[in-house]
């Protein structure tokens, strides 16, 4: 059972580059969301996505952009990398389950951009 | 503005050698408050939710309480497995996860 696949794992931009993070759950989740976690700092929200066809900023997301492709892809993009987006990137999903609802992490994206 | 702060930065123990990691919250009113487990390299992993003061729950090594200011997570006779850095979180009554708030986490060394 994969749970949350994210691609790349590693990724080094150059300043004005642009790219695409994926994301990728198998677990039938409405909810996606994409974090991004920086030292000395807690994990926070970029964009959220409550269900297909819907997508709404989070905490961050300033320099950003996302697209749910479908209920199991949900995707981030940086249009113009700058050196302050260097960080590690999460993406999750939940669902309400047994009475406990969780979280569900990828392994990360680490982005450097010089 | 709901705040999460948790300590140690760092905690460093022998194996056998009990302690307990503190998250203490504040926040309008708490729906839920979570517990994470972050191995290098790893995104965080599901420990515990605990939803009302004086709520605890358990999982081998390790036991969560929850008061109305603070949470505990109790390492009892840990082992270097247990090494990883424990998160905490905090969820406001009518929000879902977009509006969670972690705490910056404390890293558990267990020396063998």
């Known amino acids: 059972n994969a749970g949350v696949t994210q691609t790349p794992k590693f990724q080094v931009l150059k300043t004005g580059q642009s790219m695409t993070l994926q994301c990728a759950q198998d677990m039938n989740h409405n909810s996606m969301y994409w974090y991004r976690q920086d030292p000395g700092m807690g994990l926070r929200l970029i964009y959220y996505s409550a269900s297909e066809g819907t997508t709404d900023k989070g905490e961050v997301p300033n320099g950003y952009n996302v697209s749910r492709l479908n209920k199991r892809e949900f995707s981030l993009r940086l249009e113009s990398a700058a050196p302050s987006q260097t960080s590690v990137y999460f993406c999750?999903?939940?669902?309400?389950?047994?009475?406990?609802?969780?979280?569900?992490f990828g392994s990360g994206t680490q982005l450097s951009v010089l | 503005e709901d705040q999460v702060t948790q300590s140690p930065e760092a905690l460093r123990l022998q194996e056998g050698e009990s302690s307990s990691l503190n998250c203490s919250y504040t926040?309008?009113?708490?729906?839920?408050l979570f517990w994470y487990r972050q191995d290098p390299g790893k995104g965080p992993e599901f420990l515990f939710t605990?939803?009302?003061a004086g709520e605890e729950k358990e999982k081998e090594r390790l036991k969560a309480t929850l008061t109305k200011k603070e949470s505990f997570l109790h390492i009892t006779a840990p082992k270097p497995e247990d090494s990883a850095t424990y998160l905490c979180?905090?969820?406001?009554?009518?929000?879902?996860?977009?509006?969670?708030?972690f705490g910056t986490g404390t890293r558990l060394l267990v020396s063998p």
């Open positions: 999750a999903s939940s669902e309400w389950e047994e009475a406990n609802e969780k979280l569900f």
């Open positions: 926040v309008s009113g708490l729906r839920g």
């Open positions: 605990l939803y009302s």
């Open positions: 979180a905090v969820q406001s009554p009518g929000t879902g996860f977009q509006k969670l708030v």
